[in-house]
């Protein structure tokens, strides 16, 4: 079946440097990727989106990147902060109005540690 | 508004018993989502809705049933439950105008099947 999945499970950033989370997607015919943040006991949060006719969309300190060639994504935080430390899921999502609908597929997660 | 709100936050049961999740949202969201997720992994939906009384199967729907008779309410139910099914529950919500990623979760339910 498709999937979405990551290439490192845990990502140790020194306080201050720029962090990259990278997933990989399987479905060429995605065409919207979210990533989430999940805080330790707590559901996951919203970060950012993209679609895919861009490349690059930036929030506030986090950028996505999106590579359909190679069918990559990655994110990208800027001045890492310990409250930055949680575990970030990438998750795709076929055309709206299509058979997936409005459901998400999820990656396995990228620990993100911030060391001070 | 409070948001997506989840009982019970944690839960021990039998194998065998059974239970129902019970998942609010406030938001008038049209759009509820069940998932579960195992240890060191990512979330796997189990069935979701897209308005009252339209439920469909996700991914991993075997063993579990829902219902939506009300716009707030997105039940999960256990009827026989087995260790395998020990895992934490997330249920979201979502407005269908909205982005699709923009899935509002509840802080989950953790089930022990023991």
């Known amino acids: 079946g498709e999937s979405v999945g990551l290439h490192l499970p845990t990502l140790s950033v020194q306080e201050g440097d720029n962090s990259i989370i990278n997933c990989a997607y399987s479905?060429?015919?995605?065409?919207?990727f979210i990533w989430y943040k999940q805080e330790s006991g707590k559901g996951p949060q919203f970060i950012i989106d993209i679609r895919s006719n861009m490349d690059k969309r930036q929030g506030q300190r986090v950028t996505v990147l999106l590579n359909k060639t190679v069918k990559h994504l990655s994110l990208q935080i800027a001045a890492t902060q310990p409250g930055d430390s949680a575990v970030y899921f990438c998750?795709?999502?076929?055309?709206?109005?299509?058979?997936?609908?409005?459901?998400?597929?999820f990656g396995g997660g990228t620990r993100v540690l911030v060391k001070p | 508004n409070a948001g997506v709100t989840q009982t019970p936050k944690f839960r021990i049961l039998k194998i065998g018993q059974s239970m129902t999740l019970q998942c609010t949202q406030d938001?008038?969201?049209?759009?509820m989502y069940w998932y579960r997720q195992d240890p060191g992994m990512g979330l796997k939906l189990i069935y979701y809705s897209v308005g009252a009384g339209i439920t469909d199967k996700g991914e991993v729907p075997n063993g579990y049933n829902v219902s939506r008779s009300t716009t707030e309410d997105f039940p999960l139910r256990l009827e026989l439950a087995a260790p395998s099914q020990t895992s934490v529950y997330f249920c979201?919500?979502?407005?269908?105008?909205?982005?699709?990623?923009?899935?509002?979760f509840g802080p989950g339910t953790r089930l022990l099947v023991l």
């Open positions: 938001m008038n969201h049209n759009y």
């Open positions: 998750a795709e999502n076929g055309p709206r109005g299509g058979a997936a609908g409005n459901k998400l597929t």
């Open positions: 479905n060429s015919a995605s065409d919207y």
């Open positions: 979201a919500s979502s407005y269908e105008a909205q982005e699709r990623g923009t899935q509002y």
